[in-house]
Structures are given as C-alpha cells and as structure tokens.
C-alpha cells in the first residue's frame, strides 16, 4: 500500500503563482513499483477532474483548462510529484488531490489519493 500525503495548498490573489507537492510513501513491502502520478482537483457538487498527470518514464498531460499554466514535474527516487501553477484564475479554486498508480506485483494495479490539500485564488 502507498500512502500519499499533499502539500503546499493555500491562498493566492488571481495571476499569482502557487506549488503543490505530494509524496508517496510505500508503507509495506508489497509496493513493485510506482507508476503515473497526477493532480485532479474538485469543487462542490462538481466532479473531480484531472488537472495533470506524468508517467514514471515523464510523459505528461494536462487538462485543456490549464495548458500553459501549469507544469508537473516527478522526482521518482523520492516519489514526489509537483504541480507549479502560475497565472492562477478564480476557476482555479478547488481542493487538488494527489493519485498514485503503482503495482503491488508486475501484474496487480492499484490506486491511492491523498486527502486533499485546499487552493482558493482570489479576484
């Protein structure tokens, strides 16, 4: 099992910059390996939607409402992944969640979150 702790969430006025980080922690022996990692964020009565995700190997993608806005980045020795948002919108407002995708064996997939950690832009 993975268990995945965010941080790094709080206040900013619109067009302002914010991080958020997240690390996984393999909390048995069981954890293969540790594959995509992501950030997908909700606000109340909506869904939670993917913002960006990034393979072990780096491939990334993001949502179309944050292109050019927002880069994810993963440090795989630590199992740590970033999310550097910048030209921060009120629409950004939400609580972002952090997913990670590992392999208890090379054929067992599995999924963990985090709890969440709150980001409001404010106008």
């Known amino acids: 099992q993975v268990q995945v702790v965010e941080s790094g969430g709080g206040l900013v006025q619109a067009g302002g910059s914010l991080r958020l980080s997240c690390v996984a922690s393999?909390?048995?022996?069981?954890?293969?390996?540790?594959?995509?990692m992501g950030w997908h964020r909700q606000t109340p009565g909506n869904q939670r939607e993917l913002v960006a995700e990034?393979?072990?190997?780096?491939?990334?993608t993001y949502a179309d409402s944050v292109k050019g806005r927002v880069n994810i980045s993963r440090d795989n020795a630590k199992n740590t992944v970033h999310l550097q948002m910048k030209s921060m919108k009120p629409e950004d407002t939400a609580v972002y969640y952090c997913?990670?995708?590992?392999?208890?064996?090379?054929?067992?997939?599995?999924?963990?979150w985090g709890r969440g950690t709150e980001v409001t832009v404010s106008s």
């Open positions: 997913r990670v995708n590992y392999k208890d064996t090379p054929t067992v997939s599995r999924e963990d």
């Open positions: 393999k909390t048995g022996s069981s954890v293969y390996s540790i594959n995509t």
């Open positions: 990034i393979s072990s190997s780096g491939h990334t």
